[in-house]
């Protein structure tokens, strides 16, 4: 609490309190704010107690009571704002002259002309650092209804399955369905997508949600939350970033399918699953466990598994935001399982949040783990800029790369009418199919055609690439 108003809080006239209320959690129940303000205007004992600080009224005391007479009209005089200048009375009141700071705004405290001083100084979601006072990328949320797509494990989505298209951030998923987030049937406390045809339809359904990332090497945090019954696995951009439980193997807790197959089951042996339970129920459930959190930045889980236990949620990204992130365009894929193909209940409910750093300090706060671009700090902000001079790799011997617009682009560099391997890095040609047939230049003969590896006339003896048993001159090549 501020006990003393100074003159410099305070202006003759009118004046104004603001509150920024602010809650514990994003779905916090509850939230309230009442603010009261009192004043205490003191006695005066002479004319002098009542001047106004800023200079343009002079003050009666009368009883006790001040009452203000306006003086030195059109005289300088000081209005305590930082933010102003060519102050000047004007019917009792001093009035300033606001900076002109352009695009910018004015730092109350000082006077400078900076990029923003509150959040609402900073456009496009971004917030404001009152350290640097400079713009920076807001949290970046994925909250619960948001709009994901949605594929009904029937078959597998895209093979071979282990190159995992479909958790890509290229992938075209297009023909999948989309529904607001919650999903599942049965003890689903956020029913918004009802997947009422999956018990004895199908054991397991695949999710994306797409999110746009400026700068990865900003990223200072990504947490994911799930509500889920009974077991998944999260892919950001094709990468394993969280398996539970019921995706591990009996009894060593190492995980089970790399990736899961579409008609693979939860499984929960007794001896190693946390608390013994044959399944994991979702909030919703009768003995519901809360939602679990997922700090991918540190490699931790909430709520950790019990002591003793090898087969609780765990995270397995052990690298690095800037690694996994790619500048644009990135992808949150999640494979959600069944625990029975009867189950009574699946649920997967999917939350988001991704927060930036304040600032850069040094040009290593801003690299973007891309070749093809220059990065640097200026004033506080990273400045990507793309550099088509600067080299860059694939790491496959038979292409050439090259920067093109901020992109490291790689052609095919066999020639002869070989082709790139970019598995192995090798040119490779491909098969020559050779067609052999009867009466060709003259030949009627009633045995096969042939190979000779030599000469047109002795073939008797010949062994190497004959085809048949009894050749004839004529059917030499």
């Known amino acids: 609490m501020t006990d003393i108003p100074t003159p410099a809080m305070l202006v003759a006239g009118h004046n104004v309190l603001a509150c920024q209320a602010l809650n514990y959690l994003l779905n916090s129940s509850d939230a309230t704010l009442i603010p009261e303000l009192s004043a205490t205007l003191f006695e005066c004992a002479v004319d002098s107690d009542c001047d106004s600080a800023d200079g343009c009224a002079a003050g009666v005391c009368a009883a006790g009571s001040c009452s203000t007479t306006p003086t030195n009209e059109g005289g300088a005089c000081n209005d305590f704002l930082d933010c102003t200048v060519t102050h000047v009375c004007t019917a009792g009141i001093c009035v300033g002259t606001p900076i002109d700071c352009g695009s910018q705004v004015c730092n109350p405290v000082g006077g400078e002309c900076v990029d923003c001083v509150v959040d609402g100084d900073c456009g496009g979601g971004q917030t404001c650092n009152t350290g640097t006072h400079t713009c920076v990328a807001g949290p970046l949320e994925i909250v619960q209804g948001d709009t994901w797509k949605y594929f009904k494990g029937t078959v597998e989505p895209t093979t071979p399955i ?83 439980a019921g995706l591990l193997a009996a009894g060593s807790g190492t995980p089970q399918g790399v990736p899961p197959t579409f008609s693979q089951l939860a499984n929960f042996p007794a001896s190693t699953s946390p608390g013994g339970d044959q399944n994991h129920e979702s909030s919703g459930g009768s003995s519901g466990n809360p939602a679990e959190v997922y700090d991918i930045g540190l490699g931790t889980t909430t709520p950790t598994p019990p002591i003793g236990v090898t087969s609780g949620t765990f995270v397995v990204y052990g690298g690095t935001l800037a690694s996994l992130l790619q500048a644009g365009n990135n992808v949150i894929a999640i494979h959600g399982h069944n625990v029975a193909a009867g189950s009574s209940d699946f649920v997967i409910v999917p939350t988001m949040t991704v927060t930036f750093d304040a600032g850069c300090t040094v040009n290593g706060d801003c690299d973007d783990s891309n070749a093809c671009t220059d990065d640097t700090c200026s004033a506080g902000s990273c400045v990507i800029t793309p550099n088509d001079g600067n080299a860059c790799t694939d790491g496959v011997a038979c292409t050439d790369d090259a920067c093109t617009s901020g992109t490291c682009v790689s052609t095919d560099n066999c020639t002869g009418g070989a082709t790139c391997n970019v598995g192995t890095g090798a040119c490779e040609f491909a098969p020559i199919v050779v067609t052999f047939q009867q009466g060709l230049n003259g030949y009627t003969g009633a045995v096969d055609t042939y190979i000779h590896a030599t000469d047109l006339t002795s073939h008797a003896t010949s062994v190497a690439l004959t085809v048949d048993v009894s050749p004839g001159p004529q059917q030499a090549l």
């Open 162 to 244: 282990g190159e995992l298209a479909w958790a890509q951030a290229g992938f075209d998923d297009s023909s999948w369905l989309s529904g607001p987030s919650g999903f599942g049937y049965g003890d689903i406390a956020a029913p918004n997508t009802v997947l009422s045809d999956m018990s004895n339809g199908y054991n397991s359904v695949y999710f994306r949600h797409e999110f746009s990332i400026a700068n990865p090497a900003q990223v200072d945090s990504l947490v994911l939350r799930v509500d889920y019954d009974d077991a998944f696995v999260a892919y950001i951009n094709g990468v394993e970033i969280v398996r539970t």
